[in-house]
């Protein structure tokens, strides 16, 4: 009995081997492309950040930036909208486009533990039986994995730090201004 679910646990996992890698390399390049976007993000935030008082009408440097350009398109859209929803309304994108990353803080991580534990198996399995070829094969796909793991997370980590507190300072610049206009 003991056998027979041992073998079910192990054909299950070894199934799982194969999603898990596609899933990390895809992770990986998910994460270098979500990279680029905050590159180009980031050139486009270059500049003093500049006070403005009408709530429509930011300083062209300003309008360059993420978190306001999606408020004057919440306001365009819905024009009769009142200023703190089309505000709640663009934090609710903001946070949609920072989970994009938040998504891979965890998971990038989970799958490279996932991806290192499954061939270990068999690696012990070639130790035991003096199969150094397939002892090596099994670590190499088993480091490999924690590798792209930790990278995928590490960075989607630097990703959603960054426009968190990029995203933050231009809500509190377009609420500064809608207090500017309400006075």
Not at 74 to 100: F, H, M, N
Not at 111 to 129: C, F, N, R, Y
Request: proline share 4%; net charge positive.
């Amino acid at each position: 009995m003991f056998e027979i679910i041992q073998s079910i646990m192990y054909a299950f996992s070894h199934a799982l081997l194969w999603p898990c890698c596609v899933m990390l390399i895809l992770g990986v390049v998910h994460t270098l492309y979500l990279f680029g976007g905050l590159l180009v993000e980031c050139f486009q935030r270059r500049g003093e950040a500049k006070a403005f008082s009408d709530r429509l009408k930011p300083p062209l440097a300003m309008v360059r930036r993420t978190g306001i350009a999606r408020y004057l398109r919440q306001c365009e859209k819905d024009q009769g909208c009142p200023a703190w929803l089309a505000i709640d309304r663009t934090e609710a994108s903001l946070a949609a486009t920072v989970d994009r990353a938040r998504f891979w803080i965890r998971i990038g991580p989970a799958l490279g533990l996932i991806g290192t534990l499954i061939p270990l198996g068999p690696a012990l399995k070639a130790l035991a039986e003096n199969n150094l070829k397939g002892l090596s094969a099994g670590l190499m796909l088993s480091f490999g994995t924690t590798v792209f793991g930790l990278f995928s997370g590490s960075l989607a980590w630097v990703i959603a730090n960054t426009q968190e507190r990029w995203y933050r300072l231009d809500l509190a610049e377009v609420r500064h201004a809608v207090e500017e206009s309400d006075a």
